[in-house]
């Protein structure tokens, strides 16, 4: 199996590394493991032929969660085929997560919970209606990128602000508590102006008691989208993050118990704290050298094949196209400015 080997995603510049930035992945490295399934990185398109097959990326060395944070997936087309994951696999962890793919969707963002050693699309269509034969689901990618670390602040939500689309939902601002008692009635914030996803990068939920109840979900509205966004917030929850992918019309929580109507004891969420996540002023740097002590090393590609042997630390990357590289036993990525 092709393993994929990742730097740091770090600009390089006469052996010095400025601030971190966002590291793009290439479809001409993402590997289907059957061999089922197609990739034409040309075109960008991933035709899903194996289902449950996972297409994408392997990393020898797994991506560390301090040098990127999460991944933004974005859509030539909207997706219009359902059953759709991003599979992530955790290192120490034995069971991967698996985040749906919306249709509708322009685009998946997800935050890393842990260093990353895998990242893949699949189909997951439980019901037997895979086909087989075309046309076959397809992801049409424009791109995928990991994201660095950025600065961000908190801008509070506050519960007295906050109103039930039915008037029949009950909001204590000051116990920090919202009664849930219709299904389906969203309760939460509307913005006027909406809020840009270039400023807002999410909305956060910190809980003061777990979640007791099932079907709880935070569904957020954006600008020109068909449908709102549904995310679930499991029982036994203290805290919950949607990342946001467009401009931002309304946060809500609602229950979606489709099974029965509410009744008494109405489900409870108790908040601890609700914030937007927003990105603040990046002044700081990150920085990261090639050990310059004197003496000799290697340089290798990214699917370990040497191309210099036995030049000085000081001078490896001296002359490299940009690229990815094995330098003294570093992941370098050269960019020539």
């Known amino acids: 199996m092709k393993h994929l080997l990742l730097c740091l995603a770090l600009t390089f510049i006469s052996l010095q590394f400025s601030k971190a930035e966002d590291l793009s992945l290439s479809l001409n490295d993402a590997v289907a493991e059957w061999s089922l399934s197609t990739i034409n990185s040309t075109e960008g398109i991933i035709t899903l032929i194996g289902n449950y097959e996972p ?13 990127y944070t999460g991944l933004k997936v974005t859509f030539k087309e909207t997706v219009s085929h359902s059953f ?37 699309f699949q189909s997951s269509r439980w019901d037997g209606a895979f086909p087989t034969e075309p046309p076959y689901p397809f992801l049409s990618i424009a791109s995928v990128v990991l994201t660095a670390p950025i600065t961000t602040t908190k801008e509070p939500l506050s519960l007295s602000n906050a109103i039930a689309d039915w008037g029949q939902s009950l909001i204590d601002a000051t116990e920090g508590t919202i009664t849930l008692k219709n299904n389906y009635e969203g309760v939460g914030w509307t913005f006027d102006p909406v809020k840009s996803n270039d400023t807002y990068l999410g909305a956060v939920v910190g809980l003061s008691e777990a979640i007791a109840f099932d079907h709880l979900e935070m569904v957020v509205t954006y600008e020109g989208a068909g449908s709102p966004s549904y995310n679930s917030i499991p029982k036994g929850s203290l805290s919950a993050q949607v990342n946001f992918t467009g401009p931002v019309v309304s946060v809500k929580f609602q229950s979606s118990n489709w099974q029965s109507a509410l009744t008494e004891p109405f489900p409870v969420v108790h908040f601890e704290e609700i914030y937007l996540l927003k990105k603040g002023d990046d002044t700081g740097t990150i920085t990261n050298k090639i050990n310059e002590d004197s003496g000799l090393t290697d340089v290798y590609t990214i699917m370990g094949i040497k191309i210099r042997s036995q030049v000085e630390k000081a001078n490896a990357a001296n002359g490299l196209q940009n690229g990815i590289y094995i330098i003294d036993g570093k992941k370098i990525c050269v960019v020539n400015q």
């Open 55 to 67: 297409v994408g990326w392997i990393f020898a060395t797994p991506i560390s969660k301090a040098e």
């Open 84 to 120: 759709l994951e991003i599979k992530i696999k955790y290192a120490g962890q034995e069971n991967a997560v698996y985040t749906p793919i919306s249709v509708g969707s322009t685009s998946s963002i997800i935050s890393f919970t842990n260093d990353v050693e895998s990242i893949q």
